[in-house]
């Protein structure tokens, strides 16, 4: 785990490093496009003579920086919802149940096109239309568990001993049940970089002149024949993210024995 984690820190000094080195991405120069990798540019230039690597560097921290955003936002409304229905205040349950089944009958990716598609193509619609299709799951992930804790010996003596429900949530139920969330919330992050991503290809997501995995390889597959790497650089960043990502919910599964 500590070899792991120096080469990741290495990587990011390295990346942070070029940053200052490279300049600006959005900087073009067509006298130089498709370029091949040099000493000046490392992964080469694309179609307008931009700096691959200081674009996949950006792109990078927007995609992995919305993912987290994503993610954090979902797994508190989906924590507080769960919790408050699940035990604080049961008599919203049948609401909350409600609108969670009504929102899974369609399937996730669908309804989120159809969202994104609705309310135009931009940063804010993005993360609006994964936000609104994923609260669904962990409110009903934390609810069940909420349930579940509930019934344990340590939780109804809490009861006896007079402390309110909103005490013991805090105190007993939500530490039980936060472990198995972090667990959820690291494998969800890969799912939402591929949804970005998707998302960007077909010119719902990040829009140019900003720089992100899935629209870089939207702009790069024009080129495929005369320069690949325009593809290859963004999904091979995509693939070990995610990758990372399921690793990393391996590693926190194994360690909070959930």
């Known amino acids: 785990m500590k070899k792991w984690s120096l080469l990741f820190i290495l990587f990011v000094l390295c990346a942070t490093a070029y940053w200052f080195i490279a300049g600006d991405p959005f900087v073009t120069d067509v006298t130089n496009r498709l370029a091949a990798p040099s000493v000046e540019h ?36 989906g924590v507080a919802l769960g919790t408050l229905s699940g035990f604080v205040n049961r008599r919203i349950e049948p609401i909350v149940t409600k609108v969670t089944d009504a929102t899974i009958i369609f399937p996730d ?31 009903r992930l934390v609810h069940t568990l909420v349930m579940q804790e509930s019934t344990k ?45 998707a998302f960007s290809f077909i010119g719902l997501g990040v829009q140019l002149p900003l720089p992100e995995w899935g629209g870089m390889i939207s702009e790069g597959r024009h080129y495929l024949g005369t320069n690949p790497t325009l593809v290859f650089w963004p999904a091979v960043c995509i693939v070990f993210t995610i990758v990372g990502s399921t690793r ?3 590693k926190l599964s194994r360690h909070f024995q959930v």
């Open 42 to 77: 490392p992964l080469g230039t694309d179609h307008l003579g931009r700096d691959v690597l200081s674009r996949l560097l950006l792109a990078g921290g927007i995609t992995v920086g919305l993912s987290i955003a994503i993610v954090l936002t979902t797994a508190t409304i």
């Open 109 to 139: 990716t669908v309804l989120a096109i159809v969202l994104a598609g609705v309310m135009g193509p931009s940063i804010q619609s993005l993360v609006l239309a994964i936000s609104l299709i994923k609260w669904t799951s962990y409110t």
């Open 153 to 197: 010996g340590h939780i109804l003596a809490a009861h006896v001993n007079g402390l309110s429900k909103s005490k013991i949530a805090c105190r007993h139920v939500l530490p039980a049940v936060c472990p198995h969330i972090i667990v959820v919330m690291s494998l969800d992050l890969g799912k939402v970089i591929l949804l970005i991503s």
């Open 248 to 250: 990393l919910s391996t």
